[in-house]
């Protein structure tokens, strides 16, 4: 019988944490989504949106294009959501599996925790986290609407971080501030001339449980080549890492086998290489990215992979 | 081929539901069309200046109108209909009677037996597991039937299902990946909400495959076939992948020995995501009709979507809501709905809308309200489609806009009591699906099965319509039933209202296709009562006969 569909490769350890952006029609969350996309943050985002339409990247960041998919100079990835949203997962973490996070733009009508619970779910996801979206000049009247008051009283119910949009002079922060931390007791609450596109990242555990809020900064080195490279000399590399690098993930070129993609995989002292999918329409290469604990000095190795790389941080 | 000779085709009774004329016992045809309804007697004009042949085939049955559907989902039932069935109530397929598994024991007995006849090399599905009556299951449980064979048993409602280690493993489903997940319990290989959306992403590429979509096409013409057919609404097109539909049902339901037509009406939401906007779906659709055929027809409609789905309790309620508290869901912006259903409606599209709850509902006559305001249109038939909960006065809100209702009346049979009881209570469950109180107020009312969440029955539609029996063997809301005459009505002349064909097919009289079902009783003789228990013996389609067979 021949197989359905090939395991992700995908290691548990490696879960691409899920934020979710949510929020009524007209909150600014394409705004933000492409404030994301634009914004050297350092991070290699893979987004799900409703439409390409509204996304409005600089060309110059473009540097492909295959439906339903854009991939960016910066390592970030678009995917335009069809049907399933199941079906946009998996594209995204096929393509790129060494995604550091995952975003989703809902649809306006859409419950946020509904659509969070796919961090919960979906093999390869973590969950990273829920932001609502309210426009500053509406929310209050929207709440009591005939059809959509309840549904957007839940949205922000089930915010971990509200962004308010639309603050125009006049409007007294603080009094709106107090109105929406009845809404949404469980979540910070920022205007959003206040948000720094890093704050995505860092929704997760920073609010419901700030005593538990990692507070680890990482430094991470990534690499990228594009020839094709002998799994020999990529396991000898690994190996030869020292133990300061605690994760490691990425795909590679393999000379031996340069239909597929191979994935790189390290936690701790364990580091493996395995086949992935085939390469398809998507360029062949090698990438992979090192994250050790902020404040050490790992000495990697030049090696095969010792050419171009960029350093990061993050926390 | 064309021919001057006349097909007469003689019944113990022909109903016509033409109210001018409405009993028969001969129909004279030409090449497929109707050129009097009458007796031997009455036709003898046309037959003394025409050659004739008589076929009595029918001579002791009863002829009425081919049946329609206004709205059911081929590609459901495509991906339905290949799965094996194993279901607490008896099902009548045309291949089989599927009869009724109530116990633990006997669910693992019949998936023993269907793992024995089951071709060795290929998954093995089955539908209809319930908890209620087949206790608890378990990937374990599975494996005593195979461990290789890869097994899944989907249950009842769809919303989940289990696997055993062979299916697992053939869909790559690692301990690794799946371990420790929410709505997926590995150990079990049970896959339920976002989980079974996982599940559903690795068996496409299975269920979807060319080979099985056409197999399961196939098996719908022989249901529609036997439940008496010769229209049906096809009211989502490109629910799953509008080209990939296309191509099956071009391949399928336009075939020569396919007695039926298929009405198509796209989705627009789903043809703007794939055309990338709203502006562009409507390109795409006023290019459909160029593809119609003999069998497949894209008349100017259009399916619109409120709120979430029926069976899921997802339906927007107006006060006081569920008595948990849940809420509904919108399936599209209520301001986004508007703008979307204006471009159609001033495009001069009919308009379909799927409305659950009376939440939903009420976005749709604001709609429609706003609409007839801003550019009246008279004889538009924007029709409400499902009609699950609704209130009298939007009833009369919807005679005064001049909607239309094709409800999926089987609601009533099988949720009233459990929506009662875990959803709304009795009054508002009772009253579900308002039909009898649309038809008292002049609006044109059709009874659909939405296939595959009702049997694509009409008798047995017609039957829940005029009885409001539920499973459970009570009547609800009698007051809201309709005579044996509207419950015929609603699946044939009224049905083909629905569809913009009601000058075409739906009664019998001159001038109209000579679509017919044949049955062995006369409902008039039975009642209300009797109509689920009548056997559709043939259908005639463009006055072609298709026996049933058994």
Redesign the interface.
């Known amino acids: 019988?021949q197989?359905?569909?090939?395991?992700?490769l995908?290691?548990?350890m490696a879960e691409v944490p899920f934020i979710v952006i949510g929020g009524?029609?007209g909150a600014g969350k394409t705004t933000l989504i492409n404030k994301i996309l634009g914004t050297d943050h350092g991070q290699r985002v893979g987004v799900l949106v409703n439409?390409?339409?509204d996304i409005n990247i600089d060309t110059k960041l473009i540097q492909g294009r295959d439906e339903p998919l854009i991939s960016l100079t910066n390592g970030c990835v678009c995917c335009r959501l069809?049907?399933?949203?199941?079906?946009g997962i998996?594209t995204l973490l096929n393509v790129a599996p060494t995604l550091d996070a995952l975003l989703i733009e809902t649809?306006?009508?859409a419950?946020p925790a509904k659509i969070a619970?796919?961090g919960?779910?979906?093999?390869?996801l973590s969950p990273g986290g829920t932001l609502v979206m309210a426009d500053a000049s509406r929310i209050q009247s929207l709440c009591s609407d005939?059809?959509?008051g309840?549904?957007v009283v839940?949205q922000l119910r089930q915010a971990d971080q509200v962004l308010v949009t639309k603050l125009e002079k006049g409007f007294d922060w603080e009094t709106l501030r107090h109105w929406f931390s009845t809404q949404s007791p469980s979540a910070r609450v920022s205007p959003s001339e206040e948000f720094a596109c890093q704050g995505v990242f860092e929704i997760r555990g920073s609010n419901r449980h700030p005593e538990n809020a990692p507070n680890v900064m990482f430094e991470t080195r990534s690499f990228v080549t594009y020839d094709p490279l002998h799994p020999d000399e990529v396991t000898r590399w690994l190996t030869g890492l020292p133990p300061e690098v605690e994760r490691i993930k990425g795909i590679f070129y393999n000379a031996q086998d340069p239909e597929h993609q191979w994935v790189i995989q390290g936690v701790g002292l364990q580091r493996t290489i395995s086949p992935g999918k085939a390469w398809g329409k998507n360029s062949k290469q090698t990438e992979v990215v090192l994250i050790w604990p902020a404040g050490l000095t790992p000495r990697i190795p030049d090696g095969i992979l010792g050419g171009s790389n960029r350093q990061n941080s993050r926390r | 081929m064309a021919t001057n000779e006349l097909t007469v085709f003689t019944a113990r009774k022909v109903i016509t539901m033409n109210r001018s004329w409405p009993y028969a016992t001969a129909i004279a045809t030409k090449n497929g069309r109707i050129v009097e309804v009458g007796t031997l007697e009455t036709l003898k004009p046309w037959l003394e200046s025409h050659a004739y042949r008589v076929n009595d085939q029918f001579a002791d049955k009863v002829i009425t109108p081919g049946f329609i559907d206004p709205h059911l989902h081929p590609s459901m039932a495509a991906v339905l209909l290949p799965m094996r069935f194993i279901t607490a109530t008896r099902w009548e397929l045309p291949w089989e009677t599927v009869q009724p598994v109530t116990t633990p024991e006997d669910f693992l007995r019949r998936l023993h037996e269907l793992h024995s006849e089951h071709a060795p090399?290929?998954?093995l599905f089955t539908w209809g597991y319930h908890q209620l009556w087949h206790g608890p299951m378990s990937r374990t449980l599975l494996n005593t039937v195979s461990v290789e064979r890869?097994i899944v048993v989907w249950h009842r409602s769809f919303h989940e299902l289990y696997m055993n280690d062979g299916a697992m493993d053939?869909?790559?489903?690692?301990a690794?990946?799946?371990?420790?997940?929410?709505?997926?319990d590995f150990g079990a290989g049970r896959f339920y909400?976002?989980?079974l959306?996982?599940a559903?992403?690795?068996?496409?590429?299975?269920i979807l495959s060319n080979e099985r979509y056409r197999d399961g096409l196939r098996r719908l013409v022989e249901v529609a076939h036997h439940g008496g057919h010769t229209t049906l609404g096809d009211m989502a097109v490109g629910?799953?992948?509008f080209d990939m539909e296309w191509e099956g049902t071009k391949d399928v339901l336009d075939g020569a020995d396919t007695p039926f037509r298929t009405v198509l009406v796209p989705s627009a939401a789903?043809i703007a995501?794939m055309q990338?906007?709203h502006d562009q779906a409507l390109s795409f659709m006023d290019e459909l009709i160029k593809r119609e055929t003999e069998r497949l027809l894209f008349p100017k409609h259009v399916k619109l979507f409120t709120d979430g789905a029926f069976f899921s309790q997802l339906a927007?309620l107006q006060e006081p809501g569920y008595i948990d508290g849940h809420?509904g869901?919108?399936?599209?912006?209520?301001?986004?709905f508007i703008d979307i259903a204006r471009q159609y409606w001033n495009a001069g599209y009919t308009i379909h809308v799927h409305c659950t709850g009376d939440?939903g509902l009420?976005?749709a006559l604001d709609a429609l309200d706003t609409l007839q305001w801003e550019r009246p249109r008279f004889d538009h038939r924007y029709t409400i489609e499902h009609f699950g909960f609704s209130t009298p006065e939007q009833v009369a809100r919807m005679a005064a806009l001049g909607a239309s209702v094709s409800a999926n009346v089987y609601y009533v049979h099988e949720l009233s009591a459990i929506y009662a009881q875990q959803g709304i209570g009795h009054e508002r469950a009772d009253q579900m699906a308002r039909i009898g109180s649309c038809v008292r107020a002049g609006i044109r009312t059709a009874v659909h099965s939405d296939f595959t969440m009702a049997p694509a029955l009409p008798l047995n539609n017609a039957w829940v319509a005029s009885t409001r029996q539920n499973m459970e063997g009570n009547v609800v809301c009698p007051e809201e039933a309709l005579t044996l005459d509207q419950a015929l009505a609603a699946i044939t002349i009224d049905a083909a209202y629905m569809l913009g064909m009601e000058d075409e097919i739906g009664s019998l009289r001159a001038g109209k296709s000579a679509d017919f079902a044949v049955l062995d009783t006369d409902p008039y003789a039975v009642g209300r009562e009797g109509l689920k228990d009548i056997a559709v013996d043939a259908t005639v389609f463009k006055g072609t006969p298709y026996p049933i067979n058994g």
């Open positions: 019988m197989r359905c569909s090939r395991a992700r995908t290691p548990s009524y029609l439409d390409f339409g069809g049907n399933e949203l199941g079906s998996e649809s306006g009508v419950y619970a796919y919960n779910t979906w093999p390869g005939k059809f959509v309840r549904l839940e | 090399d290929q998954p890869p053939w869909l790559g489903i690692t690794n990946e799946a371990e420790g997940k929410q709505q997926i909400e976002n989980g959306a996982y559903i992403v690795k068996l496409n590429p299975y629910l799953f992948n789903n995501s990338g906007g927007q809420l869901e919108w399936l599209v912006a209520p301001e986004q939440l009420e976005l």
